[in-house]
């Protein structure tokens, strides 16, 4: 329970914007009380990364994020970086390991992030008042930020907004983030589930049902993004990793109401024509030919859906070139996506127009600080995310 009602700093929020912020004003001297309308603390750390956390990467620049602001990101990426993490896990004795990509995971367990980061909360003294819920924020005549609680009211001379977005709401995601914003007069863009699997209409999935299940490594285009990874065929849509990046950029497309299509390339890195022309002589049905790069199951099915069905040998040029063309450039129009609920990341947020890339502080409101998913950042798969939040945590923690 706090100690008292008057703070330096109130957080609302105890995930890892949150709790990173906290730790870093607490520890710099600043009375700091953390809220959570949550039971449990940092519910998305603890099960992310299939338990395990994938807390960073080690290649992390700017052009990993999507904003309407792309620049926004730099100066706390800047200030506060992987290594920077890297060295408190060290600190903490928490074990970790690369996997693909640069993407660092705990040995163990997330739950050693959570219990770190509480330890640096308890390093800087920070007061808990969680499970709480907000009922209503005020700026008070003294200029101090008053906060009313289903346990009491609170008041302090900085306010941190760390409330996360709208994905994944059976662990408690809310929109109290955006509605504060917009009464302080923060503009918001519109908020859009992101690394999320894309659906297609029914008259596209009758066709691709015989592909259901199968997973293959393409690479998947749309809107500027470009992904080398894995592609799954679902009974809505698609998924797989691959498919979860290039989803941000194709719902970044759709909020600016240009809306583009998927293009996925089946044989990334090499010359469709090029292969094909070196089976120019081949007697095996395109399908069979297929099988040698792609699942078996899934080329066979592709190629009878795209009319590829007599023997490579007697496929003319302009078949021929078709087909290459169709390999590299397999397009498909999305429906929609699966929602928030299967969503990893919000896309959207706070505008960052409205913000200070330096110290998260709102330009027009003193003392009002915004971090971590709900500000207009949004990362790529593969820790980028979570380091955003240190990152942007750290900023607001060592200006509050």
Not at 83 to 111: N, P
């Amino acid at each position: 329970m706090p100690h008292s009602t008057r703070y330096d700093v109130i957080v609302l929020g105890a995930g890892a914007a949150g709790m990173m912020c906290a730790a870093q004003a607490g520890q710099r001297g600043r009375s700091v009380l953390l809220i959570d309308h949550a039971k449990k603390r940092a519910e998305k750390i603890r099960i992310s990364g299939g338990g395990r956390c994938n807390f960073t990467n080690l290649d992390v620049t700017a052009g990993h994020y999507l904003s309407r602001n792309p620049h926004f990101c730099r100066s706390a990426l800047a200030r506060y970086t992987p290594h920077d993490f890297i060295a408190l896990v060290q600190r903490h004795g928490i074990r970790f390991h690369e996997k693909t990509l640069g993407q660092l995971f705990c040995d163990e367990s997330s739950a050693q992030i959570i219990d770190m980061l509480e330890a640096e909360c308890e390093d800087g003294k920070v007061d808990w008042l969680q499970p709480a819920s907000v009922a209503h924020v005020e700026r008070g005549a003294d200029s101090r930020w008053l906060v009313s609680t289903d346990r009491g009211e609170f008041d302090a001379s900085a306010l941190v907004v760390a409330t996360g977005g709208l994905s994944i709401p059976k662990i408690g995601a809310s929109d109290i983030g955006y509605r504060l914003a917009r009464q302080f007069g923060l503009g918001i863009v519109e908020p859009r589930p992101a690394l999320v699997p894309l659906t297609l209409d029914r008259e596209t999935l009758d066709g691709l049902a015989p592909l259901a299940g199968a997973s293959f490594a393409v690479e998947a285009r749309s809107a500027g993004g470009t992904f080398r990874e894995q592609a799954l065929v679902t009974h809505k849509g698609l998924s797989g990793p691959a498919i979860l990046q290039i989803s941000s950029y194709w719902q970044a497309a759709c909020s600016l109401g240009a809306p583009e299509p998927i293009v996925l390339d089946l044989l990334p890195g090499e010359d469709a024509l090029e292969w094909l022309q070196s089976h120019r002589h081949s007697n095996s049905l395109p399908g069979n030919l297929l099988a040698e790069r792609l699942p078996k199951r899934f080329a066979r099915a592709w190629a009878e859906l795209h009319g590829f069905e007599v023997p490579v040998a007697q496929l003319g040029d302009k078949a021929i070139t078709h087909m290459a063309h169709a390999l590299a450039n397999w397009t498909l129009s999305p429906s929609g996506t699966q929602g928030f609920a299967k969503a990893e990341v919000t896309l959207g947020g706070v505008d960052t127009n409205a913000l200070s890339s330096k110290t998260m502080e709102a330009r027009q409101q003193s003392g009002l600080y915004f971090i971590g998913e709900v500000v207009d950042v949004t990362g790529h798969l593969g820790g980028y995310n979570f380091q955003w939040a240190w990152s942007s945590g750290f900023a607001a923690g060592q200006s509050v």
